[in-house]
Nanobody
Framework: QVQLAESGGGLVQAGGSLRLSCGAS????????MGWFRQAPGKEREFVAA?????????LYADSVKGRFTISRDNAKNMVYLQMISLKPEDTAVYYC????????????????WGRGTQVTVSS
């Protein structure tokens, strides 16, 4: 069992930056692919970014965040991060981290473990 907890959300002006963190407990994140998803009010949860485990890790991004968001992980600390720059009001959402064994995926249903989310609000 993997327990995930996000932090780092908050209120930021458009054009600003935030770094989200996701800490894991219960098991090491080694051999787990990690993903970030987000859900805006009245909308479905959507894929944001994902990263495989191990050296030469594969990273995947939604088109809407490419070039602005960067996913990274520190397996030694059991942490995953999402660095967000050039934030836009449409990035406002609750951000969730998720974990699944082995292979990196972009579909929400493919992820087994989820955190409770952290709110990101971008003002115009």
């Amino acid at each position: 069992q993997v327990q995930l907890a996000e932090s780092g959300g908050g209120l930021v002006q458009a054009g600003g930056s935030l770094r989200l963190s996701c800490g894991a407990s219960g098991r090491t994140l080694n051999s787990y692919a990690m993903g970030w998803f987000r859900q805006a009010p009245g909308k479905e949860r959507e894929f944001v970014a994902a990263m495989s485990w191990g050296s030469g890790a594969i990273t995947l991004y939604a088109d809407s965040v490419k070039g602005r968001f960067t996913i990274s992980r520190d397996n030694a600390k059991n942490m995953v991060y999402l660095q967000m720059i050039s934030l836009k009001p449409e990035d406002t959402a609750v951000y969730y981290c998720a974990a699944r064994p082995w292979v990196v995926k972009t579909r929400m249903g493919e992820y087994e473990y989820w955190g409770r989310g952290t709110q990101v609000t971008v003002s115009s």
